[in-house]
């Protein structure tokens, strides 16, 4: 049975636990604002784009672009989203099982012997996914890129993977993170980048919007000129989305955690003011029959 002592240090330990998962909440809680604002910084980029390819989609014009190029897919490129630090639950570990499934399904469709190069972004992720080396499956880590990257260094990998993709090293570019929907609720999606098919176009918004336009240069120009545009914002939205998903999954486990804290503390309060309320009444009942004696 604990002594008055070590319940009173076990409700000490506990308490400034407590207080440290609270202010952990409440920095992650202001860096997930953060993230909202810069995806609201993003979205007349965003709009933009779209309204332009919009207009494109409807004019009388057959679009072509490196870009859109489908073959037969002999590798592919899997960029999985996780966080650099640690205490956001089981963030991580269910975009992992959500990889592990996708390349299942590759493998399924293309073939056992499928190349398949994945691309962790964030330390935890790339300690989950170092496990997967193996003859056909290659961990790629792109130098100066993890969870917190944004600007110039987004364009800098959107660019090497378009690069990699129009020289034959890479069939195919999908990406997979968590989609930020509320503190509370976050989705994983996964997304083809590479080779850019319709599908994409209107998974982000993109719609036909017949307006009378004159194109100068032609379309065909503007089109590929556009399209280069597109994925760097798809790109950068999924960083920010990435980053805000990270900081809701750390506030509801600090929040559970600090509940959790809440709930021992209150008991360890009650046991210690139960054995202290014992240890008086023991001390009177002494004091008492030491009297009649």
Known sequence: MATLRELKSRIGSVASSEKITGAMKMISSAKMHKAEQALRRLLP???????????????????SSPLLDEREVKRLAVVAFGSDDGLCGAYNINIFKQLLGHIADYRERYGQDVEIE???????MLKAVSKLASKHIHIRQQEGVDSKTSGDGVRVFIDD???????????????????????????PRHEQLLPVVSSTFADNGVKAICRPYIFEPDPQTIFRSVLPMFLLSMMQEIFIENRASEQAARI??????????????????????????QSITTELLDILGGQVR
Request: positive net charge; hydrophobic residues 40%.
């Open 45 to 63: 980029f965003r709009r933009q784009i779209e309204t332009i390819i919009g207009n494109l989609l409807t004019a009388d014009a057959d679009f």
């Open 118 to 124: 994945v691309y962790p972004i964030g330390k935890k």
């Open 252 to 277: 509801m486990a600090m929040q559970s955690a600090n509940d959790n804290a809440k709930k021992l503390l209150e008991q360890l309060r009650l046991e210690y003011n139960k054995l202290r309320q």
């Open 161 to 187: 993977l378009q690069r990699r993709f129009l020289d034959k090293e890479i069939d195919r570019v999908d990406v997979l993170y968590m989609n930020f929907i509320t503190v509370s609720r976050q989705r």
